[in-house]
């Protein structure tokens, strides 16, 4: 039987209230707008604080162990909210306080859903990455005392056709730039991740339902939209004719949507770089110069124990092949430091890779073993102090390229995005084609427009820039960073 949709109460003052805090990466970033999109019919608005909620979601990531512990950390901490709202159950004015809801979502509640549900009983609801669709039918189970009140299906395409236009209107737009999930889950399975076991397998959003929504975000203003995936560069989503696309003939489809001026897609694997989406990146002036290639270590012995299925001289190659097609790209990376079984001359061969290829961003972190997975299990596991050393010595050299990369902008010109205002009077701040975040005085009435500025200087995570003119015009100084 289905269940009649939870609605608030008309005569309910104030408003319900909805607070989500993300955790981890950017497709929980786009999952949590989508909540909000979805809880948005049934009257529920956001807000800033958890204090004003009456409705609270922590969406999770299950990466690393920290993480998790954040979210009971957190969760602590909303209890105590909870608590107080019960006890003073009416406003200022004299009108009642509906009770805090709290729900769990995301990778850990995916994982741990029973455990969550014991180990904090004031959380209501726990519904996982490819379940928050049904968060409505959750909330009227709740409300009714009855019912399961966890979500933890592997049904992408029924999430993704509860979140269409005609189900729950057009998506909320907060800016100039927007996430846009093509692809779901990992059938990669390297030996430290939870990916698989918590998003599931590898799943592409059909071409069309990507365009269609690409569209509504262009319409609204967007101007610039990250493609992403657990691996998105294995999109292999249907096409009319029913034959499966690949990532850059999805580019060269969005490129074409007027007002789109911007592409960007991460996270990417090394062995699904193919040849048309290397070739994209010299082909297509909307995919903007800076690829995020995952690596996570550079020794041949660690990558196999990770089951990267690559070695580094495979990943030389693809670097070199990727500027061969696009001299001014940018290389973003990730590096995990003290696997199980990591050597001195092992993780010096890491060193070595990062000084060859040279990067202009990377993230980088010492292993957390995640309960269920194979790397998880093997001996030789290094001890944190020096997993710990080897992490401030790679990160040590990855800022120092990173700060050489944005200084290397000084006195060039580019085409700038203007995303929001900054703190100093009519400062803006905007997103260069390298991703680097861009700091310009007197240009905040340029939000959401593509203007040329010209670098004074560059600082470790920023720049700083000055307008030429209030045009947007082409960018087309690519050859003039190359090597930069």
């Given at each position: 039987m289905t269940e009649t949709p939870f609605t608030p109460s008309?005569?309910?003052?104030?408003?319900?209230?909805?607070?989500?805090?993300?955790?981890?990466?950017?497709?929980?970033?786009?999952?949590?707008?989508?909540?909000?999109?979805?809880?948005?019919?049934?009257?529920?608005?956001?807000t800033d604080t958890a204090e004003d909620a009456d409705f609270v979601i922590l969406n999770t990531c299950h990466i690393r162990e920290k993480a998790a512990e954040k979210v009971y950390s957190e969760l602590g901490r909303l209890r105590e909210l909870k608590d107080a709202r019960a006890r003073n159950s009416t406003t200022a004015t004299g009108t009642?306080?509906?009770?805090?809801?709290?729900?769990?979502?995301?990778?850990?509640?995916?994982?741990?859903?029973?455990?969550?549900?014991?180990r904090q009983p004031a959380v209501d609801i726990v519904v996982g990455p490819q379940a928050y669709h049904q968060l409505p039918e959750?909330?009227?189970?709740?409300?009714?005392?009855?019912?399961?009140?966890?979500?933890?299906?592997?049904a992408p395409v029924d999430k993704f056709d509860a979140l269409t236009?005609?189900?729950?209107?057009?998506?909320?737009?907060?800016?100039?730039?927007?996430?846009?999930?093509?692809?779901e889950g990992c059938d990669k399975f390297c030996s430290f991740c939870v990916v698989p076991y918590t998003r599931g397998a590898e799943w592409s959003r059909p071409v069309a339902a990507v365009l269609a929504e690409a569209r509504q975000l262009a319409d609204k203003g967007v101007r610039e939209i990250t493609l992403l995936g657990q691996n998105v560069n294995a999109y292999d989503g249907e096409e009319a004719d029913g034959k499966p696309s690949t990532l850059a003939r999805l580019a060269h489809a969005l490129a074409e949507i007027p007002g789109l001026s911007r592409i960007r897609y991460t996270t990417s694997h090394p062995n699904d770089m193919s040849d048309d989406l290397i070739a994209a990146h010299g082909e297509l002036e909307a995919l903007m110069p800076w690829l995020h290639l995952p690596v996570q270590s550079g020794s041949d012995r660690i990558l196999r124990a990770m089951n990267r299925k690559h070695g580094r001289q495979k990943y030389f190659d693809l670097i070199?092949?990727?500027?061969?097609?696009?001299?001014?790209?940018?290389?973003?990376?990730?590096?995990?430091?003290?696997?199980?079984?990591?050597t001195d001359a092992d993780f010096e061969q890491t060193m070595d890779l990062v000084r060859r290829v040279g990067y202009a961003s990377a993230f980088s972190f010492m292993y957390s073993p995640r309960p269920g997975t194979p790397a998880a299990s093997l001996g030789s596991q290094v001890p944190a102090?020096?997993?710990?050393?080897?992490?401030?010595?790679?990160?040590?050299?990855?800022?120092?390229?990173?700060?050489?990369?944005?200084a290397a902008m000084a006195g060039h010109t580019m085409d700038v995005l203007f995303e929001k205002t900054g703190r100093n009077g009519a400062q803006a701040i905007g997103r260069s084609p390298w991703l680097q975040s861009v700091h310009v005085e007197d240009a905040d009435h340029l939000i959401g427009r593509i203007v040329t500025v010209e670098i004074e200087h560059g600082r470790q995570n920023s720049l700083k820039g000055r307008l030429l003119h209030d045009g947007a015009t082409p960018f087309k100084q690519r050859?003039?960073?190359?090597?930069?």
């Open positions: 008309d005569e309910q003052t104030p408003p319900r209230r909805l607070f989500i805090k993300t955790y981890g990466c950017q497709m929980n970033v786009y999952d949590s707008e989508r909540m909000a999109d979805v809880l948005r019919p049934l009257g529920y608005a956001t009642s306080r509906t009770s805090m809801i709290i729900a769990v979502a995301g990778c850990v509640a995916q994982a741990e859903g029973e455990e969550i549900m014991r959750l909330l009227t189970r709740m409300a009714r005392a009855r019912g399961e009140r966890i979500g933890a299906d592997f236009f005609e189900k729950i209107g057009a998506r909320s737009v907060n800016g100039p730039t927007a996430f846009l999930t093509v692809q070199d092949r990727v500027r061969a097609a696009r001299p001014d790209i940018a290389l973003s990376g990730d590096f995990i430091v003290g696997f199980p079984g990591e102090a020096v997993a710990r050393e080897r992490l401030h010595a790679l990160q040590a050299l990855l800022w120092a390229q990173q700060t050489a990369f944005n050859d003039q960073l190359i090597g930069a």
